[in-house]
């Protein structure tokens, strides 16, 4: 069984950064697609970020340009930078894995099959 364990979550003003991580266990965590996801209060889980396991990258058009996401397969994680914070990108940043090995990145929160916990993100203006 995979499991996912996110860090790095926080309080920080508007206009300041943080560094997400989620550390895989339990799979192959080379041949996923490794995604970021977040919720707000109120509002549907939303694709932030994707890295696939051949290195393809995807952004949502909200977060382009301010967040980056990267992997270390020799450590099992994917990061999320997120520079430039908004007060609208409080949430609970989630994330996830897809194991269908596709060489598409999905932003669909169903085509993800492991999720972590979840970690909070809170940017103050």
């Known amino acids: 069984q995979v499991q996912l364990v996110e860090s790095g979550g926080g309080l920080v003003q508007a206009g300041g950064s943080l560094r997400l991580s989620c550390a895989a266990s339990?799979?192959?965590?080379?041949?996923?697609?490794m995604g970021w996801f977040r919720q707000a209060p109120g509002k549907e889980r939303e694709f932030v970020a994707a890295?696939?396991?051949?290195?393809?990258?995807d952004y949502a058009d909200s977060v382009k340009g301010r967040f980056t996401i990267s992997r270390d397969n020799g450590k099992n994680t994917v990061y999320l930078q997120m520079n430039s914070l908004k007060p609208e990108d409080t949430a609970v940043y989630y994330c996830?894995?897809?194991?269908?090995?596709?060489?598409?990145?999905?932003?669909?929160?169903?085509?993800?099959?492991?999720w972590g916990q979840g970690t909070q993100v809170s940017v103050s203006s």
């Open positions: 996830a894995a897809d194991r269908s090995y596709s060489a598409v990145i999905s932003p669909l929160p169903a085509t993800y099959d492991y």
């Open positions: 339990g799979g192959m965590f080379s041949r996923y697609t």
């Open positions: 890295i696939s396991w051949q290195g393809g990258i």
